[in-house]
């Protein structure tokens, strides 16, 4: 399956799902432009944050309180915000796109 990353100005980057690792990971691994993930996926750096489209918001579940407390300090924080390192990827997730914001760039 494919999950594919929009950066702020409309780019597209197709990805390949490995079941079971991180969004953050698979950014990271295919050399998305705006994740760089600097805390390795601990949720304490808000370098991976995402916009979840809301038709996908279901199949990511919920934010964490951790990672809650990550995304309050976030300034452009949207409703669908999500750091990706806290969302494990699976291929149900085929087709998802999620948007990557404007401080990312
Ligand atoms: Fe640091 Fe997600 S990689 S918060």
Not at 6 to 21: F, L, M, P, R, W
Not at 27 to 33: H, I, L, P
Not at 58 to 85: A, H, N, Y
Request: proline share 2%; net charge negative.
């Amino acid at each position: 399956g494919k999950i594919t990353f929009v950066s702020y100005e409309g780019e597209e980057h197709e990805t390949a799902i490995v079941d079971g690792q991180s969004l953050m990971q698979i950014a990271t691994s295919n050399g998305v432009t705006g994740i760089d993930g600097d805390c390795g996926g601990e949720c304490a750096c808000g370098t991976c944050h995402v916009i979840v489209g809301s038709e996908w918001v279901s199949l990511t579940g919920k934010q964490g309180d951790d990672e809650e407390e990550m995304l309050d300090l976030t300034p452009e924080r949207q409703s669908t915000s999500r750091l990706s390192c806290q969302i494990t990827v699976s291929e149900e997730m085929d087709g998802m796109t999620v948007h990557l914001p404007e401080f990312q760039m």
